[in-house]
Structure formats: C-alpha cells, structure tokens
C-alpha cells in the first residue's frame, strides 16, 4: 500500500554500526550528543558547549569530575561508552530514535522470532528529483558488499565486475571497493554509470536493475536525505 510506513529491523550489532555509521558520516551533532550523554551514562553525565569546537564533559555524583574535549572526539567517545555499557534494547530503541530522528522499539520480528529494533524509515513518500547529485559527490567506494559483487558474478557482468576492486588480506577477500577505472587502477571521482536522461537537467543509471544495495536503499531515512543534500521530495 502506497501510505505503509516502511520498516527496517535492526539487531544490537546492526544498530550500534548504524549508529557508529550516522556519528562518523556527518560530522560533529552537538545537540544530538548532549541528548544523548544523559541516556548513555544513566543521567551521571553531562555535556555543555564551550567555545567553537570545545565541549566539557561533566560527571556528576560523589567523584564529580569534568573532562575538556574536541567536538569531533564526542561522537567517538559516546559511541565507546555505548559499546562497553551494553544498553538494553529499549535503551538502544531510545538512542536510536533520536539519531535517526524517527520512531524505533523493540518488536519481536516475524520471520526470526528474535526481539529486534523496528526503525520507521516512512520512505514510500519519497521521489527521487533524479538531480544525478548522490551519484557525483557521495563517498561510496566503501558500500559494496560481497552480496552485490556475488550477484554481478552469477549474472556474468564482467563489464561491472572489471570496475570493482578486489582487496584480499592474507589471501582472503576483505573488501570490495567501486568504481575503479579499470585502464588506470584508480577510484573514479564519480559514478561511470551516471547517464543523462532524455529529460533535460535529469539523469538515469545504467545498471539500475542491477546497481549496488547502498544504491537501492539511499537514502535511507529522512535524516540520511536532509544531511547528505538530496534534492529529493517527500510528497
């Protein structure tokens, strides 16, 4: 149905590197950090700006201590406790929703039977402006995964398996990372498969059928459209 609100359902593992994900990929979110401090520390902890890029971390209690940091640290730091309290699910319900600014809880997921986190992504209403912007100046290199390069292997796709570079480490595959030119080695500054549309000012990929997972999913929710600068529209 057209007015379903879409869902994704995330385990522990896979929220806490969405979370990590969101804090590396858009810089310094002061407000969404000082929310954060008193849900991960258990109210024992505080954050306050200071000057431009500084911040001060307070403790509060019996020990009560202050800690001087970069802004750009904070999200590391936070993350880290994160990893080492080991938060409830509802807990990281909570977390999540605020990062990624849209309603999440703890459901029990229908095919698994496993108690996981269900994040409303309420992308049915989104139109893609096909501005051609995400694939120009977005840092995906590192998205493709083993999935997609299996699948460009089964449907015999050498001209996009020639474009993909295959990392090894201790002569097994670790990463893939895309698009490579395959005359020169080099990571291409932009999508090769980026075309113009008939339509004037609008563009078209041409392996959509088949274009990598990242591609498919972005953006993925409305905070991931506002903060990369996508074009597209919510209608």
């Given at each position: 149905m057209?007015?379903?609100?879409?869902?994704i359902f995330l385990s522990q593992k896979e929220a806490l590197a969405a979370i990590r994900l969101d804090f590396m990929q858009y810089g310094p979110q002061f407000v969404l950090y000082q929310e954060l401090c008193p849900i991960i520390s258990g109210n024992r902890t505080i954050v306050v700006r200071?000057?431009?890029?500084?911040?001060?971390?307070?403790?509060?209690?019996r020990k009560s201590k202050t800690r001087r940091m970069n802004q750009d640290d904070l999200g590391k730091y936070l993350y880290n406790q994160l990893q080492e309290k080991s938060c409830s699910l509802?807990?990281?319900?909570?977390?999540?929703?605020?990062v990624f600014e849209t309603p999440a809880r703890v459901v029990k997921?229908?095919?698994?039977?496993c108690s996981s986190i269900q994040i409303?992504?309420?992308?049915?209403?989104?139109?893609?402006?096909?501005?051609?912007?995400?694939?120009?100046?977005?840092?995906?290199?590192?998205?493709?995964?083993?999935?997609?390069?299996r699948r460009w292997q089964a449907l015999d796709r050498v001209d996009i398996l020639?474009?993909?570079?295959?990392?090894?480490?201790?002569?097994k595959t670790?990463?893939?990372?895309?698009?490579?030119?395959?005359?020169?080695g080099r990571l291409s500054k932009e999508c090769p498969w980026l075309s113009e549309s008939k339509v004037k000012n609008r563009f078209e990929c041409s392996i959509q059928d088949v274009k990598p997972e990242f591609c498919r999913v972005y953006p993925l929710t409305r905070k991931h459209a506002a903060m990369t600068g996508c074009k597209g529209e919510f209608k």
């Open positions: 057209a007015n379903k609100k879409e869902t200071e000057g431009r890029n500084e911040c001060v971390l307070i403790t509060r209690g509802q807990v990281l319900a909570e977390i999540c929703s605020r997921h229908a095919e698994t039977g409303v992504t309420d992308m049915t209403r989104f139109h893609c402006s096909q501005c051609g912007d995400c694939c120009r100046n977005l840092l995906y290199h590192n998205d493709c995964t083993q999935e997609d390069y020639e474009r993909v570079k295959v990392i090894e480490d201790d002569g670790a990463t893939y990372k895309v698009w490579m030119d395959p005359d020169t």
